[in-house]
């Protein structure tokens, strides 16, 4: 079984830059969630992805935007970089249908914006 | 009022003690309950999760689910250096389906095992 992976481990931005954080899911599941990680803090919800349609969404603004690939891979956009978005950002995979849905993470991003 | 709130410690026990790690929540809609583990510079590892009122043991790890009293708590035995992390308490509406699972999760507990 393959565990979730994220990449790239580390990225360093300026301010007003776009990136993109990529995570493939955990073999057998179909949901992918990313979580935004600030220092000393628990992780935020982003947004959810299932059948390649955003499922949920944390209030975050619009441009924090993802996409869901067919091989339930995920990737995660974040426009016009701000100091704040530095965090680590994680990849959680889980299969909807289950009953009680838990949610696996990746290693994560860390995203350092300057 | 946050919707998770754990004690942020750190807390501090002797190697072979038990530790006790607790979380209330707010939504009286939440449906299941997770601890994560958390090593310094590392993504978070899920420990156990529970969904019914009463204690579910796994190993050295006991979680405790009061849904009347909204409190969760997580209790290590025989403690040990390795166990140091921030603990994490997540809550979850999901309600089976396709309904989505969003995590809400408390700030974290940082434990410290000293020998």
């Known amino acids: 079984e393959t565990g979730v992976t994220q990449s790239p481990t580390h990225l360093i931005k300026t301010r007003g830059q776009q990136v993109t954080l990529r995570c493939s899911s955990q073999?057998?599941?179909?949901?992918v969630s990313w979580y935004q990680q600030a220092l000393g803090q628990g992780p935020q919800f982003i947004f959810q992805?299932?059948?390649?349609?955003?499922?949920g969404r944390g209030n975050f603004p619009p441009r924090f935007s993802g996409l869901q690939f067919p091989n339930y891979s995920s990737e995660l956009n974040v426009n016009a970089l701000e100091l704040d978005d530095s965090a680590l950002y994680l990849c959680?995979?889980?299969?909807?249908?289950?009953?009680?849905?838990?949610?696996?993470f990746g290693p994560g991003t860390r995203l350092t914006v300057l | 009022q946050k919707e998770v709130e754990q004690n942020s410690g750190p807390l501090s026990v002797p190697e072979g003690a038990i530790a006790s790690l607790n979380c209330t929540y707010s939504d009286r809609g939440s449906q299941s309950f997770f601890w994560y583990r958390q090593y310094s510079g590392k993504s978070p590892e899920l420990i156990m999760f529970?969904?019914?009122?009463g204690d579910k043991e796994d190993g050295r790890f006991t979680a405790q689910l009061n849904k009347a009293s909204q409190y969760v708590s997580l209790l290590i035995r025989d403690s040990q250096p390795s166990d140091s992390a921030t603990y994490l308490c997540a809550v979850n509406r999901y309600a089976g389906g396709t309904s989505y699972g969003k995590l809400t999760f408390g700030q974290g507990t940082i434990l410290t095992v000293h020998p």
């Open positions: 529970i969904y019914s009122n």
């Open positions: 992805y299932y059948r390649e349609e955003e499922n």
């Open positions: 959680a995979s889980s299969q909807t249908g289950e009953s009680y849905n838990e949610q696996f």
């Open positions: 073999s057998g599941h179909n949901t």
